[in-house]
């Protein structure tokens, strides 16, 4: 959808086995999530996530809310930069917000996150991502993202594990009209209490989406 002065998209997709940075937030189980995404002329864009999720053995949704600039450099590249915030429908001990920097190109984009008091752990964290896509066919990519979390900090719960962990991604995405499907092998590093509140048993797992593009 186009305006006047930029241009708003949207999704709405259907996942197996919600997963944010490794974890799972649904305990296992499919979700249901809705987002939208706004960029303008002038490269600011802002958007937002809705989703829900399984937090202390109740239902609930998370909600992510985000905004930047991005900045052409040179070949391709561009420099992106901008500030988020997460809050969980009666769970506001686990909201948070994190600042973000990183490079985007046509085929890999790498930022690098920084939280004051990170997801209901009284802790300072930095987590890096590293995101790369290959072409396959006019309609099917390889995916894959790995990502990297660190406490700065040793004054966090005493339950925290402070050290540290990666999560990756790989999978394949197929786009058919105005529909996207992925399969996708997720995992985390190891089994810890830094999520304590979620169902670790399966640190390694395939996951299906589909999604709507609108």
């Known amino acids: 959808m186009h305006s006047a002065s930029g241009q708003i998209s949207g999704n709405a997709t259907v996942v197996s086995d919600y997963r944010y940075r490794g974890m ?3 305990q296992g189980n499919p979700e249901g999530q809705l987002s939208v995404a706004y960029d303008n002329s002038a490269n600011w864009y802002a958007g937002g996530l809705v989703s829900g999720v399984r937090l202390d053995d109740f239902n609930t949704e998370q909600f992510i809310a985000y905004g930047g600039y991005t900045t052409s450099l040179f070949s391709g590249l561009s420099l992106d930069s901008g500030i988020s915030n997460t809050t969980f429908r009666q769970a506001s001990d686990y909201n948070y ?10 085929s890999f984009n790498t930022r690098l996150y920084y939280s004051p008091s990170y997801f209901y752990q009284n802790a300072r964290t930095v987590y890096g991502e590293l995101n790369v896509s290959y072409t396959i066919t006019d309609n099917v990519q390889l995916l894959s993202h790995l990502g990297l979390l660190h406490h700065l900090t040793d004054n966090a719960s005493t339950e925290v594990d402070l050290s540290t962990r990666y999560d990756y991604r790989i999978g394949l995405d197929a786009r058919v009209s105005d529909w996207n499907f992925q399969i996708a092998l997720v995992g985390l590093q190891k089994k810890s ?4 509140q979620y169902d670790d048993r399966h640190l390694h797992t395939w996951l299906l989406s589909a999604t709507y593009s609108f």
């Open 97 to 106: 917000n994190e600042a973000y920097i990183g490079l985007t190109s046509n």
């Open 193 to 196: 209490n830094t999520y304590e």
């Open 24 to 26: 799972s937030l649904s």
